[in-house]
């Protein structure tokens, strides 16, 4: 087999690539992580998280990636801010295209790239992103205990969050830009008979009211059909409107997907040999940083054996 530039590649560095990256600088791999930005991925815009096992008390995202990274370098692994913008994964030899013209070859790669939540880009929603405004119910719906809350949306995912967030708030505001919901009726049944949850139909946010030092106080709203427009009074802000992959430098002809979300095995294969994928990148269900962390150890250690099985 040709030489090449290291053994394993990590290309993501959030809580799945630095797990796998600690994995493989442990394992004493010739190993690289690539990241376009800061390590941590999304977690880093998170601003407690108190469901991340080891941590009784809770801890900050940004804390929390901080230790990922510094735990993973205490091995040595190597983190280079180097944006990938095109990969050949077919053969032997994987060709990472770097943002500054120049190329990595490996013969294992662990794609650890992410998603990003969709935005409804109005004003107040990323200044108050983290303090009110958020994109995971399941993470944060203890937050919210004896609260009322709004939830934008009017899928899957948006219902049944609503659902799963009456156990905390008094009061959830479904509002949704239509005049019926998206979700299947098995869905929307529960969250019809649920008299904590209130619909606003036909309405769309226009802008996120908060305090510098409350956090978000409330929702300016617009009546699509009349343009009318109205201010409810909220605790917090919950926009589930959908999530991208980050999949913009991914081959994805070369890769099973759905629409653009890797297909993996349970041991994180992908349809390409030598290749393998973690964390919110792969096709799933769930998204925590939990499961995040699992995938990147099980990647990394795919990753080894079919190293040792391959060299």
Excluded at 262 to 267: D, G, L, Q, R, S
Excluded at 285 to 303: I, K, P
Aim: glycine content about 10%; charged content about 20%; aromatic content about 8%.
């Amino acid at each position: 087999m040709s030489n090449v530039d290291h053994q394993l590649i990590i290309v993501g560095g959030g809580p799945a690539g630095l797990t796998a990256g600690l994995y493989a600088s442990r394992a004493m791999l010739d190993v690289v992580l690539l990241e376009k930005g800061a390590a941590g991925g999304q977690v880093m815009l998170t601003d407690w998280i108190d469901n991340y096992p080891g941590f009784p008390e809770g801890i900050s995202g940004f804390d929390l990636a901080d230790k990922m990274e510094t735990q993973a370098k205490r091995f040595d692994l190597e983190v280079k801010l180097a944006p990938v913008i095109k990969m050949d994964l077919i053969g032997p030899v994987k060709t990472l295209h770097l943002e500054d013209g120049s190329t990595l070859t490996c013969r294992a790669l662990i794609i650890t790239t992410g998603a990003r939540p969709n935005q409804i880009n109005i004003p107040g929603e990323v200044e108050f992103t983290g303090r009110g405004v958020s994109y995971c119910a399941t993470c944060d719906a203890p937050f919210y205990r004896g609260k009322t809350v709004a939830v934008i949306g009017g899928g899957n995912t948006a219902v049944q969050e609503a659902v799963h967030l009456t156990k905390f708030a008094d009061k959830v505001y479904v509002i949704h830009r239509r005049d019926a919901l998206r979700a299947t009726k098995i869905v929307q049944d529960k969250a019809f008979a649920n008299d904590k949850i209130e619909f606003i139909w036909d309405t769309v946010p226009t802008e996120v009211v908060g305090d510098i030092f409350k956090g978000v106080t409330g929702l300016a709203l617009k009546n699509v059909t009349s343009g009318a427009t109205s201010n409810i009074d909220l605790d917090g802000v919950f926009v589930l409107i959908g999530i991208r992959p980050n999949m913009e430098m991914l081959p994805l002809d070369q890769l099973d997907n759905d629409q653009g979300f890797i297909h993996t095995n349970v041991e994180m294969h992908t349809s390409q040999p030598g290749v393998f994928a973690a964390g919110d990148i792969i096709y799933k269900n769930f998204r925590q940083v939990a499961n995040a962390v699992g995938e990147g150890c099980v990647a990394c250690l795919s990753a080894e054996r079919y190293l040792e099985n391959n060299e």
